[in-house]
């Protein structure tokens, strides 16, 4: 597998990260946040599968530049997947012709914007030769997880959580695991705000990826940007076997 955590730094892949979104093998991606800002029109048309995780505008900001972008007048549209709550804020407050257009109404004839696909925690997808199982995590929106597997390897991505169990034994149970991306937003100081958030500091981290059974790849992601060079500070300082910190533009292989 081949996954990239795209760029949403004005100027290229620097080092802040403002908005996510991970691509898997080209054509589905997690996440919209910097979804419609990618590439060319033509690059972001070959994505035909949007997993959300949740509906907050760090995880969806794009999601309309990008339909619009790769709207192609066919009978098959980008299909976006998330939980019933994450749908229903779609229409409620995205397309709704007072933020965007209604792009769900305009999607009703043959040559529709969008097909909006339920998909909650313990269902499982298959798209484009990957299988992805989706798991309940703890936020303060209902947020799922994800478990995903090829032929050959299997990776579990979680962002925007509160510490958890359910993901951890999900993936041990998962006898081709071979990496772990992670999230990681607010420096120690401020566990105080992570716990009202359901966010991971680089303690609670450390403490979450205790829960593996055996060593694997792990990449921590979703810095705060104003706090990044404290949270990655602190990451270092654990020495956790394994650790690398998320780089963006650059794809990960699996």
């Known amino acids: 597998m081949k996954l990239m955590l795209l760029p949403s730094a004005l100027g290229g892949a620097g080092a802040a990260q403002y908005l996510s979104t991970a691509l898997l093998n080209d054509t589905i991606a997690i996440d919209?946040?910097?979804l419609g800002f990618f590439g060319t029109p033509?690059?972001?048309?070959?994505?035909?599968?949007v997993l959300l995780t949740h509906s907050h505008?760090?995880?969806?900001?794009?999601?309309?530049?990008f339909l619009e972008n790769a709207y192609q007048c066919?009978?098959?549209?980008?299909n976006i997947y998330g939980?019933?709550?994450?749908?229903?804020?779609?229409?409620?407050?995205?397309?709704?012709?007072?933020?965007?257009?209604?792009?769900?109404?305009?999607?009703?004839?043959?040559?529709p914007f969008l097909r909006l696909v339920p998909f909650e925690a313990g269902q499982t997808l298959e798209l484009?030769?990957?299988?992805?199982?989706?798991?309940?995590?703890?936020?303060?929106?209902?947020?799922?997880?994800?478990l995903?597997?090829?032929?050959?390897?299997?990776?579990?991505?979680?962002?925007?959580?509160?510490?958890?169990?359910?993901?951890?034994?999900a993936a041990n149970a998962l006898p081709d695991l071979k990496a772990v991306f992670l999230e990681a937003t607010f420096p120690d100081e401020m566990r105080w705000l992570a716990d009202v958030s359901k966010h991971l500091t680089p303690a609670t981290f450390a403490a979450e990826v205790r829960k593996l059974a055996r060593p694997v790849r792990l990449?921590?992601?979703?810095?705060?940007?104003?706090?990044?060079?404290?949270?990655?500070?602190?990451?270092?300082?654990?020495g956790i076997a394994g650790l690398e910190l998320a780089q963006f533009g650059t794809p990960y292989v699996i």
Request: with cysteine; aromatic share 6%; glycine share 4%.
């Open 83 to 111: 939980s019933a709550a994450t749908l229903a804020c779609l229409r409620g407050h995205f397309f709704n012709d007072q933020i965007w257009p209604d792009f769900v109404a305009l999607s009703c004839g043959d040559q």
């Open 148 to 169: 995903i597997s090829d032929a050959n390897a299997s990776l579990v991505f979680v962002t925007d959580s509160a510490p958890t169990d359910a993901v951890w034994r």
């Open 128 to 146: 484009d030769g990957v299988r992805i199982m989706a798991v309940a995590m703890d936020h303060v929106v209902p947020v799922l997880g994800f």
């Open 74 to 78: 066919r009978a098959d549209p980008v």
């Open 219 to 238: 990449v921590a992601m979703h810095l705060k940007a104003r706090y990044q060079a404290e949270v990655a500070a602190q990451l270092r300082a654990l």
């Open 57 to 65: 505008m760090d995880h969806v900001a794009s999601l309309p530049i």
């Open 42 to 49: 033509d690059e972001q048309a070959r994505v035909r599968h």
């Open 32 to 34: 919209a946040g910097c």
